[in-house]
């Protein structure tokens, strides 16, 4: 902008010089009586004999235009994927590749899945196989390719998440007093990539407003509007930090007041974007990094009543929930919920991962450490999830399974980690 500015200005400058000393003579010829003035710069150039007007002086240079510094060409992005060996993961050979067996097992039955139907029928064959078989299936079916951000760094963030167990009510009351709101009427959704191929992945949230699409309620929009949304709720939970830490995970179980246990998973979200009350607290100075847990939030917020609403409103995120099908699968198994890969989570070996860097259902090896140590955790995962946090390609949330045992380990896990992603070898 400021080079197309200064160009036309030093032409504009000569023009004007120009016509100064061109245009029709207006200065009429000096009177040899008129008494010459001090600062007359014409008295130093002699007039014509012939009576003409007199010559302007000489123009002064046009100034010179600064140069433009040279345009630096644009940062490319690091290739996502980088083929690599066996050899470079990290402790691969000493992994127990049964459970990572039964997670591709899982997702070779979601339609999302790009596994290959020959690869799929091959793997259902190992199971029972010994870990050196399972070894070989894997070396001989896939080709590992390591993981690197956008930056060309290797290394990223590791969360883990799992599903709580909370106390609730299909009724209103004093003591359940927190909603879990189901899919709202009036949010629609609009999926980019249908239209834009390389909009893939991409979905517009909002709601209509007269003729005009605005975004929708934020979540402390939503709580104002109370008396509206009360309809939309599915539930009424006893503790409002412990429905703000549902929506964060993104399913979980409830025991009503009527005896009866019920799942619930993530139907939709407002389309505000994700924040880190963890964050809020630390930038605020209330908790220190190591101190911004799970339970560090938590008893902070217990600590402060007078804040919750400054604390739960710093993330304008808000998550919908439907209520799905018990936690009990055939012969009583316990299955853990659905993913976005639409198959039960596999606790210990399924990981959310961005599906823009990571596609869903692979294979994905990790290597990072143990919540609160340093002890390695190396193993094989599958993609079989999501989450609003995780953006980019070096990044996963582990999920740890059900309960409060696995809540403690997910909410200390804030470890960097590597990941190398298993894709099929192509047919010869």
Not at 126 to 147: D, I, K, S, Y
Not at 285 to 307: F, H, T, Y
Not at 384 to 411: S, Y
């Amino acid at each position: 902008m400021l080079l197309r500015l200064v160009a036309p200005s030093c032409a504009v400058f000569a023009a004007a010089l120009l016509a100064a000393c061109s245009g029709t003579p207006r200065v009429q010829p000096s009177s040899p009586a008129a008494p010459p003035t001090a600062s007359a710069p014409a008295a130093a150039v002699p007039p014509p004999a012939n009576g003409a007007a007199p010559a302007c002086a000489p123009c002064a240079p046009c100034p010179q235009c600064p140069a433009a510094a040279p345009v630096a060409p644009p940062a490319v992005a690091a290739k996502p994927l980088i083929e690599a060996s066996w050899r470079d993961l990290p402790g691969w050979g000493g992994d127990d590749l049964a459970p990572a067996l039964t997670a591709l097992l899982e997702s070779c039955k979601a339609s999302k899945s790009a596994l290959p139907a020959a690869l799929c029928a091959d793997a259902a064959k190992q199971v029972g196989a010994g870990n050196g078989g399972l070894q070989q299936f894997f070396e001989t079916r896939f080709v590992p390719h390591q993981v690197v951000n956008a930056d060309s760094t290797r290394e990223g963030l590791i969360t883990g998440y799992y599903e709580p167990l909370l106390k609730g009510s299909r009724k209103r009351s004093k003591i359940y007093a927190w909603p879990i709101h189901g899919v709202p009427d009036d949010l629609f959704t609009i999926d980019l990539g249908e239209h834009y191929p390389e909009l893939k992945g991409a979905r517009l949230r909002g709601r209509l407003e007269g003729r005009k699409v605005v975004p929708y309620w934020s979540r402390e929009e939503l709580a104002q509007r109370d008396r509206q949304t009360a309809r939309e709720a599915l539930f009424w939970l006893a503790d409002p930090i412990e429905a703000f830490f549902l929506q964060v995970q993104g399913s979980g179980r409830i025991d009503l007041d009527d005896g009866t246990r019920v799942r619930v998973a993530y139907a939709d979200q407002n389309g505000h974007p994700y924040r880190s009350i963890g964050r809020w607290l630390v930038d605020k100075g209330e908790l220190k990094v190591e101190q911004a847990s799970l339970d560090g939030i938590r008893n902070w917020a217990r600590a402060n009543p007078s804040r919750l609403d400054e604390l739960l409103n710093a993330n304008p995120s808000y998550v919908f929930f439907r209520e799905v099908a018990g936690a009990n699968g055939k012969a009583g198994k316990d299955i853990g919920p659905a993913g976005t890969l639409g198959v039960p989570l596999t606790p210990g070996r399924s990981i959310a991962v961005d599906p823009r860097a990571i596609p869903l259902g692979a294979p994905v090896w990790l290597a990072t450490t143990h919540p609160g140590s340093g002890k390695p955790l190396q193993r094989l995962m599958n993609a079989q999830d999501t989450g609003g946090a995780i953006k980019g390609g070096v990044r996963a949330d582990f999920f740890w399974g059900f309960g409060a045992e696995a809540g403690a380990l997910a909410g200390r896990m804030r470890p960097s980690g590597r990941l190398w992603v298993l894709l099929p070898r192509p047919a010869p």
